[in-house]
């Protein structure tokens, strides 16, 4: 019989991240063979499996393990993927062996319920947000623009903007950073965390995307404080 190291202890902090990310595999793959590569680019083949995993991190160690995790199957239990999403974020709030302060996740989960869940529940909440998002940084004295419109100048490419994305409510202002990547492509990430004024952290949680960046980020970079 082979023997098998056995994994590193994942410890918990206060200060641990959850992400959800989302995986589209073939039904012969197993689950673990969905944590194996980086499929953002990739459409859903015929009679695929899509599953939402929500993995816990580590600040300190820079471990990553996936806590939790659904098929979506709409057909069979009729819950949407954002149904899905609301659950786990309950389960793990109730689980106190692995707490945490932060969610970060893809644009896909970032609409207005689940960020105003995050936010009522006293968590931060980093995530990516589509490029025709609608958002007021005139506080009211201006039409809302696509956020891809909206003029960052020099200290606001460095700190942030606070807006107001549209339909939200009055009281829930949002911090904008613009990315910019090295191929020039604009990328916009949005946070509760109204505070925060580096875009260096907005980088670094948009770096936590896709399960495989993730644990390549994890490696290099230091843990968000």
């Keep these: 019989m082979a023997w098998k190291a056995p994994e ?20 012969k793959y197993t689950f673990d063979a969905a944590l194996a590569h980086d499929d953002s680019n990739i459409s859903s083949p015929p009679h695929a499996q899509e599953i939402i995993n929500c993995i816990y991190v580590d600040p300190i160690s820079h471990l990553c393990r996936v806590i939790d995790h659904r098929v979506l199957d709409r057909h069979r239990d009729g819950k949407t993927m ?29 609409t207005e319920a689940i960020m105003l869940f995050i936010d009522g529940s006293s968590k931060a909440y980093w995530c990516p947000v589509r490029n025709n998002r609608l958002a007021d940084d005139s506080e009211g004295t201006d039409k809302y623009k696509s956020v891809k419109n909206i003029v960052f100048g020099a200290a606001a490419l460095r700190h942030g903007k606070v807006v107001k994305l549209k339909s939200y409510p009055s009281d829930h202002p949002v911090k904008l950073f613009r990315i910019i990547g090295a191929n020039r492509m604009v990328d916009h990430v949005a946070t509760n965390q109204i505070k925060e004024n580096a875009v260096e952290k907005a980088l670094l949680m948009g770096g936590f995307r896709e399960t495989k960046k993730t644990r390549l980020s994890m490696k290099r970079r230091s843990a968000p404080h």
């Design 8 to 27: 590193p202890k994942l410890e918990s902090y206060p200060d641990g991240l959850v992400v959800f990310d989302h995986t589209n595999i073939q039904k």
């Design 82 to 110: 954002l149904d899905h999403v609301r659950d786990m974020l309950n389960k793990a709030m109730r689980n106190k062996a692995t707490p945490f302060s932060t969610v970060v996740m893809k644009q896909w989960y970032a």
